[in-house]
């Protein structure tokens, strides 16, 4: 038997050693853009991905309506509870829209900060990473759609992440489950004096988002409503993140901790919608890199 | 031009780790387990012990950057890992013969040491933050038994691959 290692194969492990570090550092600083090659990539390994996908989500499809078809009786039940509502909840709507609009006009403000103004692509998600550490989706849209990199990416529940490279005609989603340092949310809180807050990280054990460095003071309660609260420029404002779930102190009581309950499910995410972002960058605080 | 076949098979397991699997994963079900498919290491071993050993390192150079390039953003991290693991087990496993008993449990350890490479990467970039021991729980023992079970059903198809490739 050869010995295990000779001169010239730990030399060449020790510059693998080297080079692996090289890339790493190489690819863990943000990049704007991503070169040809690896667009090149991106896009025919996600064609072959949609066709792969495509038979998969309707086998799943399938299952789920058996599911659902189980669920039905109940669902029907509470269905008509909600409908009852309905009827008062629609008339108090016309009305708090009337004035809404009245008032409006009054102040002079046009409507263009409104987020249900703001233009949203449906996409198809082909990919999505398969170890439990990276957190991506590999969508079915990419440049030539319109979509940008930072594009906030919501499905019908909740936000769940935003647009983290693009090429020509896929572009690839981080998941705010991520657990990377950079990868954080300001949020406001929907209570009385509207808290604001950044949310710091996931706890993928107990499926919260771990909401940080609150004012002691904070009127935050157990349902409270959080949704992005649009400062910093990366995500527009409004988008529904979920609800508190438990309040506490951080160690030193100087501040306040709050885990949220995700309103997404982050397991079995199909179809998303990417909001774009220049529709909305026209009010913030920054503009340059809206286009 | 022999080895478009290799290619090929080995781009399906690629695009089957994304796809087909996150849609049936143990998470979609409810379970808070996660099963990585390391189906390019599995593939590679095989056609290691069954065609070239060279053929498989080259393979597995190539496709862990794809990994890298497609599943994640940080490159080279399964690169360096298949290939290394790859290249240990089949030095080690020239000496034994090629039962199908043998080669799975070649293909548990080469699963076992994959998963705790990148583990341990991704522990030190900051990427993984998640304890030991509920990482052997929840992460290392799903894994270990999906990539078990597929070393089994893709066993005999690949080594007739490979026989057949060999003779021709």
């Known amino acids: 038997m050869p010995p295990f ?165 896929t572009s690839t989603v981080t998941l705010i489950t991520d657990q990377k340092s950079n990868n954080e949310i300001s949020v406001k809180v929907i209570n009385k004096d509207g808290t604001n807050g950044m949310i710091e990280g996931y706890d993928p054990n107990k499926n919260v988002l771990l909401l940080k460095k609150l004012r002691v003071d904070a009127k935050i309660k157990k349902g409270d409503k959080v949704v992005t609260s649009g400062m910093g420029g990366v995500y527009p404002a409004g988008l529904y993140i979920g609800k508190v779930k438990s309040v506490g102190s951080d160690r030193y009581g100087l501040s306040k901790n709050a885990e949220i309950e995700p309103a997404a499910n982050f397991n079995n995410i199909d179809y998303v919608n990417v909001v774009e972002r220049s529709a909305i960058s026209g009010n913030d605080s920054e503009g340059d890199n809206g286009q | 031009m022999k080895q478009v076949k290799l290619f090929i098979v080995l781009l399906v397991f690629l695009l089957l780790q994304g796809t087909v699997f996150q849609v049936f994963s143990l998470r979609s079900f409810g379970y808070n387990l996660i099963a990585a498919p390391h189906f390019i290491l599995i593939g590679v071993l095989m056609i290691g012990f069954f065609y070239s050993r060279t053929i498989a390192l080259r393979y597995a150079l190539i496709f862990g950057f794809l990994i890298d390039l497609v599943y994640t953003d940080v490159w080279g991290v399964y690169a360096f890992c298949i290939t290394i693991t790859t290249y240990v087990l089949l030095l080690v496993g020239k000496h034994f013969n090629t039962h199908i008993v043998i080669i799975l449990l070649t293909a548990m350890i080469a699963t076992l040491l994959l998963d705790m490479e990148v583990y341990g990467i991704y522990t030190l970039i900051g990427i993984a933050k998640q304890n030991f021991t509920l990482y052997t729980h929840q992460h290392l023992a799903p894994t270990l038994i999906l990539n078990s079970v597929f070393t089994v059903i893709c066993f005999y198809p690949l080594r007739a691959l490979c026989e057949r490739l060999k003779e021709s």
């Open chain 1, 5 to 169: 290692f000779s001169n010239k194969k730990l030399i060449l492990l020790l510059t693998s050693l080297i080079l692996l570090v090289a890339l790493i550092g190489f690819s863990l600083k943000e990049r704007k853009q991503l070169s040809w090659p690896e667009q090149f990539i991106h896009d025919t390994v996600g064609w072959f991905q949609v066709v792969l996908n495509r038979p998969a989500q309707y086998v799943a499809g399938f299952f789920e309506n058996i599911e659902d078809i189980k669920n039905v009786y109940e669902e029907n039940k509470t269905l008509k509870k909600h409908l009852q509502d309905y009827a008062q909840l629609d008339a108090k709507y016309d009305d708090l829209k009337q004035r809404y609009t009245s008032l409006e006009k009054q102040l002079h403000i046009n409507s263009t900060t409104d987020i249900m103004a703001s233009k949203t692509h449906i996409a198809l998600v082909v990919s999505r990473s398969f170890d439990g550490w990276n957190q991506q989706l590999t969508i079915n849209k990419g440049r030539q759609q319109g979509i940008e990199i930072n594009d906030a990416v919501v499905t019908a529940d909740g936000f769940i992440g935003k647009v983290k490279t693009v090429s020509q005609f």
